[in-house]
């Protein structure tokens, strides 16, 4: 397909031509409709730097009253190779926490402008910077791609209904088979993540759920209830069992049911995206605390600072519900 800056070359290369041909200039400009000023301009620029001279500028966008600072675009690229997988909402409280008030339409316009308006653009970009390139680990299936849908369980207060939920990250060069244990409380979205090397078992799940519990005491909140899958590490006995000692609830949901727990479920996507793939393009891993020290340091700002856009929590952190419920009681 021809494009207009073509058809400007091909014309000032045949005006050029034909003069010559002629041996008239002001005869080619009259043929060609072209003025001998711009004729002359273009014959010294043919002259002192080549033909290719002759192609037209590209035109720099006009710049409007109320554009963007460059200094605030210049840390939002920087955002973009620091956290690739995350939104234009997210960028935009990012840059909200550094004190630019910017909306995600122009965040996204900004990123669109930059040729990165889609994540696979900008997990690209990021992966050229890199120093270890590549992600270590299996590759991901469709099925972790595909975004939770279903059931999303409500509780009246923290720690009336957690959530528990086991998840793959992958099988990690020097380290080995790497899952993660993940607890999100249903009503504040407060998050708990362990770090073992599979296969998971019961014991394992015992341990982390004495910590959530331990946790939670210590921010004031006695729980009450666990929800989980039908995975063969929360039917055992031995967890069962357990639960009932400490006097807690065992809520399952139905089996191939993985939506009646999409609070976990959703939570795992996000930090698969905003934590592990940016982690894994930055940096190679060898041990697995390393891993916990890199998902420690996520879920600070998870809990506390991150801005959660969902229907239910509408742009508040979990730390805002957790600690200002009324029901919140002294360890």
Known sequence: MTTSAEIIFARRVRVLEL????????????????????????????????????????????????????????????????????????????????GYEISKTTVQRILVDHGLGKRAQRVARAAAFASVGGLITEPVTEAVEASPFGFCHWAAAPG???????????????????????????????????????????????????RVIKTMCRLGIPV?????????????RVFTE??????????????????????????????????WRPAFH???????????TEADAWLIRYNTRRRNHSDYMRGRIPAEILHAHPTKRAA
């Open 19 to 98: 003069a010559a041909e002629l041996d008239n200039a002001a005869e080619a400009c009259r043929l060609i409709g072209v003025s001998r000023t711009s004729f002359y301009e273009w014959q010294a620029l043919a002259a002192q730097y080549g033909v290719d001279a002759l192609w037209p500028k590209d035109r720099r966008r006009a710049a409007q009253p109320n554009e963007t600072p460059t200094h605030v675009v210049t840390d939002l690229l920087v955002l973009v190779v620091i956290e690739p997988t995350i939104g234009c909402r997210q960028y935009a409280d990012r840059l909200c926490e550094l």
């Open 224 to 236: 009450r209830r666990f929800l989980t899958d039908n995975g063969p590490e929360y039917i055992a």
């Open 160 to 210: 009336e209904l957690i959530a528990l939920d086991t998840f793959y990250i992958g099988n990690l060069k020097g380290v080995g088979k790497v899952y993660q244990l993940t607890a999100v409380d249903t009503c504040a979205r407060w998050a708990i993540t362990h770090l073992v090397l599979g296969p998971v078992t019961a014991a394992m799940v015992v341990g982390f759920v004495d």
């Open 242 to 275: 357990h639960l009932e000692a400490r006097g807690i609830t065992h809520v399952r949901i139905p089996p191939r049911s993985p939506n009646h727990n999409a609070v976990c479920e959703r939570f795992q996507g996000t930090m698969l995206q905003e934590c």
């Open 282 to 292: 930055r940096r190679r891993f060898t041990s697995i605390r390393q891993l916990q």
